[in-house]
Each structure stands twice: as C-alpha cells, then as structure tokens.
C-alpha cells in the first residue's frame, strides 16, 4: 500500500470519529418510536407515557406512544427487540418480561439477550382488595374465610401470568388456601367486575385502583410489598398479615432493542433518571402509588434477571405454563 492511500485511509478514519461523536451528541435527531406493550388506560400505559413525556420536553424532538397489546405484553416486547438497534425505537419493559420466560414453553424472544436494559423507572405496589360485602378486614380474616370454603372465592388478574395473577398464586401457594381464578384482558374490566362483587378479590397495582379504594368501593386489605405503602402508612404488608416473607409487585421500566449503541442508552438513562429524581416527581409518583427507582442499566439488567428466577419458582411451585 503507498503512504498516500495510507494518509487517506487514517484521514477518513479520524474524520469519522468527530462525525460519529456529533451524531451522538445530536440524539434524537427526529421522531423516535415508544412501543407501550399494553393497551390504554393501565399501569404500563400511564408510565409509558409518563416516560415519553419527560423525554419530548427534555430533548426538543418527540417520543410517540405505540400501545401494541397482547400476549401478556409479549407481542409489544418481541416487537421492539426486533425493531432497529438505532435508538429510534424505545419501549416499556414491565413485570410481564420477568414472568413471561417462567411460564411460557415457547418463548420467541430472550428479554435479557434481546433487549437493553435503560432504567426501572418505578415500583408499583399491589393492593390485596376485596370488595366491600366480604366480611375481611385483613389478611388474617381473610384466610380464615378462603380456609372455610376451598375454592368458595374468586379473584381477578389481568389474565394468565401477568403479575396479579402471578401474585395470587404465590399467596395461594405461601398459605395453602384455594381460590377460582378469573382472568381478564385487562385490569379496567377486572376492576369493574370486582366492584360490581363478580370477583371477591385481586391484587391490583395501586397505580390503577387507588380512587377505587379511597371511596371505598374496594377495601385494601394489605400492600403485597415489604415495606408499607406511603400514601396509606397505616395499612399492613401482607407479610405483617402473617404470610412470612411475602414481597412482590408490579414494575415499569425503559428499554431498548439489543445492541443500541451504549452513547444512546447512557443519554436517555440520564435524562429520565434526573426528572425521576426531583422531589416534585418522586411525591408526583407515590400520590399515583409508584416508587421511584431510577437505576443504571447495569442494575436494571441483574433485577430483571433476578426478577425471572423468582418468578420461575412460583411457576413451578404453581405448576403454571402457557403454551
């Protein structure tokens, strides 16, 4: 090779790292895509949007919403670890992704191979709630019912293996009771059923329910997180209720197709991060009965892996599978 077409190649080479750089720099340089693996009107929803919204302002450029429903958020999901790794296209990635591989025997995806991980935005506690006609005021009273009559009560979920679900069963599996399962597709009719006493009970992410409970067409028996809810302190952990060791929830968190440059995932990481951080956004997300989490990816990456172990127990333990 002549030391000409040498200074040539090492030319195009170093001019095009400061072209590369600015190409970061300038992210989002149009319109990117924000796939909401469920329908309107949920936790997922709210907080998919929640998402797109800080992003818009915070960037200038805007973050469409895409509800793509289905599969237990799975159809959403595969969608955009499929998509383009170009930063172009970005998604919720919820509780449903830690449950899906403990309980589906055909997975067309890998939620930790084929996705980044960007930040948990949020815990959502579950409120255990009843409807009022049920004679339990907390969990104690409430075994004591489900004990008397195997299989006399019936609870709602959000359909088979979405966190409601996957709550019960681990309550069920936790206590011994037995209960009928209804599944729903989604939790705005699970939650009229309940009201209208079609369902006696259901764990429901607080997010969704907490007006329900508040004019006490639901009573909240027990939060199914290990520490006590903030906006209700007084309620007990379904652990304080007497169920040893029972912790779990719902979770909403941001992520992106596998293999999107990491310049990328740091700057978006950074920009929800820092507005789920302030005070007037932290006190925004309990009152709507959310905790912020705002992590790295690192981090979101070994919870979502922890996430998938536990709930592949449960699985088990439940004998639960969906072909």
């Known amino acids: 090779m002549s030391k000409k077409l040498q200074g040539l190649l090492v030319a195009a080479v170093v001019a095009a790292f400061p072209l590369g750089a600015a190409a ?3 992210y989002p340089a149009k319109t990117v895509r924000f796939i909401i693996p469920f329908p309107p009107g949920g936790p997922t929803d709210i907080m998919g949007r929640m998402a797109t919204d800080i992003l818009s302002k915070a960037t200038g450029q805007q973050f469409v ?17 499929r998509a383009p790794a170009d930063g172009y296209t970005l998604c919720m990635i919820t509780a449903a992704q830690g449950v899906s591989p403990a309980i589906y025997k055909k997975m067309t995806y890998d939620p930790v ?20 006609a049920l004679p339990a005021k907390n ?17 709602a979920s959000t359909g088979n293996g979405s966190s409601p679900h996957m709550l019960m069963e681990m309550f069920k599996f936790m206590t011994g009771v037995k209960m009928v399962h209804v599944p ?41 997180s290990k520490e006590r ?19 779990g929830g719902s979770w909403q968190g941001v992520g992106a197709p596998a293999g999107t440059p990491p310049e990328i995932i740091r700057r978006v990481n950074t920009l929800l991060v820092n507005e789920l951080k302030t005070p ?21 990456s070994a919870f979502l892996k ?18």
């Open 65 to 81: 919403p895409d509800n793509r429903g289905g599969a237990g958020g799975n159809i959403g999901a595969e969608l955009c670890a």
């Open 139 to 155: 969990v104690k009273e409430l075994l004591t019912i489900a004990k008397a009559k195997p299989d006399g009560l019936s609870y």
């Open 229 to 247: 809810f903030p906006p209700m302190p007084d309620l007990q952990t379904v652990e304080e209720g007497g169920v040893k060791d029972f912790d």
């Open 113 to 132: 191979k084929d996705l980044a991980a960007i930040t948990l935005m949020a815990s959502l506690p579950s409120l255990l709630t009843v409807h009022p």
């Open 280 to 300: 007037n956004m932290r006190d925004q997300m309990i009152k709507r009965g959310a905790i912020v989490s705002a992590n790295t990816p690192e981090e979101f």
């Open 24 to 26: 970061q720099a300038q």
């Open 184 to 224: 729903y597709k989604g939790q705005a009719p699970a939650v009229v059923d309940q009201i209208s006493g079609q369902v006696q009970l259901a764990f429901n992410t607080a997010i969704t329910v907490l007006p329900q409970v508040e004019t006490k067409r639901l009573r909240a028996i027990a939060v199914s």
């Open 306 to 323: 922890a996430e998938i172990a536990r709930w592949t127990k449960v699985a088990k333990a439940g004998n639960i599978s969906i072909d």
